[in-house]
């Protein structure tokens, strides 16, 4: 049984750094990306970023282009979302996200109901 669990949410101030971590389980993730989505109260959810397993590439959304990082360690089966500059709009539950991805390469405009496995989010909070 796959299991995603995110780690690291937090209350920010604007302008300030979070890192979120995903720890995968129970499957090998060759072929899949991992990624991230976010949902604000009222909205709907939205593509953060990912990343794939094999080969590393790293995809994002518009709104956190230059700001945030993905990045994993394949040893521990973890992802990470490296967030900085972080803006009150950034405030939303993070999501992490599976989508198997070998002969996907516009991976940041795959919807969310087409991704396969999810975790149940952490909380990430920036204050103005």
């Known amino acids: 049984q796959v299991q995603l669990v995110e780690s690291g949410g937090d209350l920010v101030q604007a302008g300030g750094s979070l890192r979120l971590s995903c720890a995968a389980s129970?499957?090998?993730?060759?072929?899949?990306?991992l990624g991230w989505f976010r949902q604000a109260p009222g909205k709907e959810r939205e593509f953060v970023a990912a990343?794939?397993?094999?080969?590393?590439?790293?995809y994002y959304g518009d709104s956190v282009k230059g700001r945030f990082t993905s990045s994993r360690d394949s040893a521990k089966n973890t992802i990470y979302l490296q967030m900085n500059s972080l803006k009150p709009e950034d405030t939303a539950m993070y999501y992490c996200?599976?989508?198997?991805?070998?002969?996907?390469?516009?991976?940041?405009?795959?919807?969310?109901?087409?991704?396969?496995?999810w975790g149940r989010g952490t909380q990430v909070t920036v204050s103005s």
């Open positions: 996200a599976g989508l198997l991805a070998s002969s996907v390469t516009g991976i940041e405009l795959v919807p969310a109901r087409l991704w396969a496995y």
């Open positions: 129970g499957r090998t993730f060759s072929g899949y990306a």
């Open positions: 990343i794939k397993w094999t080969g590393g590439n790293t």
